[in-house]
């Protein structure tokens, strides 16, 4: 029997990713945003959805810059800790060990250790309530030459060990269990 539940118990999981803001390598900050996704493909544009009161929330709203950095299982513990504590008190490169690397088409930087980072321009800052959504054109993927397969060029993150996120908790992803398409794919005969 399914129950009633509160309403602020959203869609789950979720990526965990680290966002990197600000307008140099010097003058950065990241946090961690589990409120993120896709929105269109054509063009493509993504969202992240940030409380105002986060220390990054004015350095991308100043910049209408941010890049979306992919974390991984040995990000995990980096993850964390960069949802807890502010930017605003502690320099988080310096805390986590991550290495920011300067932008290729936005100012703010992406993360070295990451296996995909997107780098995206604010399009349209909508107040919702507890968060603000960040609209954003994508300018620019940056992927880990480890994560494309050198036959085919395929993109392959299922090898980069991706974590998400689910009411609290963090989780390593699973097996896959099928690609787009498989349910109806029709099944070759046998001669």
Same mark, same amino acid.
Request: aromatic share 6%; net charge positive; glycine share 6%.
């Given at each position: 029997m399914k129950q009633n539940w509160q309403p602020g118990t959203m869609i789950y999981p979720? %990526? !965990?990713?680290?966002?990197?803001?600000g307008d140099s390598v010097e003058n950065s900050n990241f946090l961690t945003v589990a409120w993120v996704g896709t929105v269109c493909t054509n063009p %493509?544009?993504? @969202?992240?959805?940030?409380? %105002?009161?986060?220390?990054?929330?004015?350095?991308?709203?100043?910049?209408?810059?941010?890049?979306?950095?992919?974390?991984?299982? !040995?990000? #995990?513990?980096?993850t964390d800790w960069a949802g807890?504590?502010?930017?605003?008190q502690y320099n988080k490169w310096k805390e986590t060990g991550l290495t920011p690397v300067e932008g290729v088409k936005v100012s703010a930087p992406f993360i070295a250790e990451s296996p995909l980072?997107?780098?995206? #321009?604010?399009?349209?800052?909508?107040?919702?309530?507890?968060?603000?959504?960040?609209? !954003?054109?994508?300018?620019?993927?940056?992927?880990?030459?480890? @994560?494309?397969? %050198?036959?085919?060029? #395929?993109?392959?993150?299922?090898? #980069?060990?991706?974590?998400?996120y689910s009411h609290g908790h963090y989780f390593a992803q699973g097996a896959e269990l099928?690609?787009?398409?498989?349910?109806?794919?029709?099944?070759?005969?046998?001669?």
């Open positions: 979720l %990526p !965990a990713v680290l966002v990197s803001c %493509p544009m993504c @969202y992240i959805s940030v409380r %105002p009161e986060r220390h990054s929330f004015e350095l991308i709203r100043k910049n209408m810059e941010f890049t979306i950095n992919l974390t991984t299982e !040995a990000m #995990a513990k980096a807890v504590r502010s930017g605003g980072s997107i780098e995206c #321009a604010v399009t349209e800052i909508l107040p919702l309530g507890s968060h603000s959504m960040f609209l !954003a054109r994508v300018l620019n993927v940056i992927v880990d030459d480890r @994560y494309i397969d %050198p036959v085919s060029g #395929a993109l392959r993150l299922e090898d #980069a060990g991706l974590i998400n099928g690609h787009f398409g498989w349910s109806v794919r029709k099944k070759s005969v046998k001669r």
